[in-house]
């Protein structure tokens, strides 16, 4: 995770942070090799999601790609994958909060997400001022 968020605006959570998560019972965690799929034992892992099944919904957390790894279709097939299981659990749509201005938005809407809302001056970098926060979702076939 920390490869993949850039340190400037502290958006990575700690180890502790994503152990407390997946300790809920409802948190999914999916690591993504190079070639895009599931990461096993033994794999390296360059990109991951981590999400959250609610009623109907399942919500993505975190979700990065290690930037040498970008552009390579495997955030699409990280996608592609959390909605196949988010579909097993019952959800219906995904949703998702980026900053403004994050990069993976491209692929978020290439992928069919929509603006459903804005939270004015929501994340705080670390230095600057404060940036919008961008609520998207996408609704399972």
Not at 17 to 42: M, S, W, Y
Not at 52 to 76: A, D, K, N, Q, S
Not at 88 to 115: C, D, H, I, Q, W
């Amino acid at each position: 995770m920390a490869g993949a968020f850039d340190p400037t605006y502290g958006e990575a959570w700690s180890r502790r942070q994503v152990e407390d998560a997946l300790l809920l019972g409802n948190c999914h965690a999916h690591l993504a090799t190079a070639q895009g799929r599931r990461a096993e034992d033994g794999d390296e892992a360059v990109g991951f999601s981590l999400s959250r099944t609610g009623y109907r919904e399942e919500e993505l957390l975190l979700f990065g790609v290690l930037p040498e790894y970008r552009c390579r279709g495997i955030g699409r097939a990280i996608l592609d994958s959390l909605v196949v299981a988010a579909k097993s659990r019952g959800a219906e749509r995904l949703l998702l909060e980026m900053r403004k201005g994050n990069p993976a938005e491209s692929l978020y809407r290439l992928f069919g997400f929509t603006v459903i809302g804005e939270r004015k001056e929501y994340y705080r970098p670390k230095i600057g001022p404060r940036i919008d926060a961008v609520t998207f979702a996408y609704e399972i076939p």
